[in-house]
């Protein structure tokens, strides 16, 4: 007991507070982290994993303790999307690799595209549906979920969006966006104030990635004509 109760002191120490609610030093460092994944993730630098790693353990704590179930549920598989992705962009196929060996930006077809929205829509609706039935289910181990059909729509975006960057699609950028403009309204629902000003911030990234990105696909169809 005595060992939870301190994890939990450490992690929940607050730092400052935003309009009446604190920002605890898990949080600040949780942000940090994520920025740098995306700061180096939007210029194609593959340490952006590494920074990945670490921010799906901090997302993992932060989100049990804000009860949002299906965001701490999404860090493992998060986590070994970042080993695929890591593996991806640093062991292409042949035909895959730009003039630095790593794996290629690429595009998808508008076919693709259309289902990877059906399977949001359809995959947010089961799993929204199974996070209420878990609270009534089992009330007393799990709270009832913070919206839990806008917590599952995210957690859909969220997991197509780092498969598309594991895959090096410059479409993950666009998913990124949804994510981020969802965010801010779950994280105000969740009592987070300093998240939501993150997540614009995230929005900032996102745009100089997908720019970055174009750029270098232009560059990438230069060198094969």
């Not at 995306?38 to 994993?49: S, W």
Request: hydrophobic share 50%; charged share 15%.
């Amino acid at each position: 007991m005595w060992v939870k109760n301190n994890i939990m002191l450490h992690t929940d120490f607050i730092l400052f507070s935003m309009g009446g609610v604190g920002v605890s030093l898990l949080e600040l460092f949780s942000v940090i982290v994520g920025l740098l994944c995306v700061f180096f993730a939007g210029r194609a630098k593959k340490i952006n994993f590494w920074f990945g790693y670490i921010y799906c353990v901090l997302l993992f704590v932060l989100f049990m303790q804000k009860h949002l179930y299906s965001s701490m549920m999404l860090q493992p598989i998060s986590l070994l999307i970042n080993i695929v992705g890591h593996y991806r962009w640093t062991h292409p196929k042949k035909g895959e690799e730009n003039k630095n060996k790593e794996l290629k930006i690429t595009t998808m077809s508008g076919r693709i595209r259309w289902f990877c929205f059906a399977l949001i829509v359809l995959l947010s609706f089961i799993w929204g549906w199974m996070l209420r039935e878990v609270g009534h289910i089992w009330p007393d181990a799990f709270p009832p979920a913070t919206r839990p059909f806008l917590d599952a729509f995210v957690t859909m975006v969220i997991l197509t969006a780092q498969y598309l960057s594991a895959q090096k699609k410059i479409e993950c950028w666009g998913a990124w966006t949804v994510v981020n403009v969802t965010n801010v309204i779950l994280y105000i629902s969740a009592g987070l104030i300093f998240m939501p000003i993150v997540s614009a911030s995230y929005l900032v990234l996102a745009f100089f990635g997908f720019s970055s990105w174009k750029k270098q696909i232009k560059s990438q169809e230069d060198v094969n004509n």
